[in-house]
């Protein structure tokens, strides 16, 4: 959601630094609109970031010897990093 919200921001302070001809007194339409298309880079890296630290799993394999048929077993589980572990 952070991904589509900064390009939201960032193609709205476009429109309002290049595509608007209005001349306001009292607010600066220019330097609005570079605001908003820093702040939208600025969430898109942030989503970005959290994408790539959500996708990460880690893989665990123990191999163990069956005492029942004097054999190895081999298990792997994987855990995402918001999987509840610990519970």
Do not use: K
């Amino acid at each position: 959601m952070s991904i589509g919200a900064g390009i939201v921001l960032f193609a709205i302070g476009a429109i309002l630094a290049f595509a608007l001809n209005v001349q306001v007194d009292w607010v600066n339409l220019d330097m609005i609109g570079y605001i908003l298309m820093g702040a939208g880079v600025v969430i898109f890296l942030v989503g970005l970031v959290l994408l790539m630290r959500r996708r990460r799993s880690d893989v665990v394999t123990h191999t163990d010897v069956d005492p029942a048929t004097n054999s190895r077993v081999t298990r792997r589980s994987a855990s995402m990093p918001d999987d509840s572990a610990g519970l």
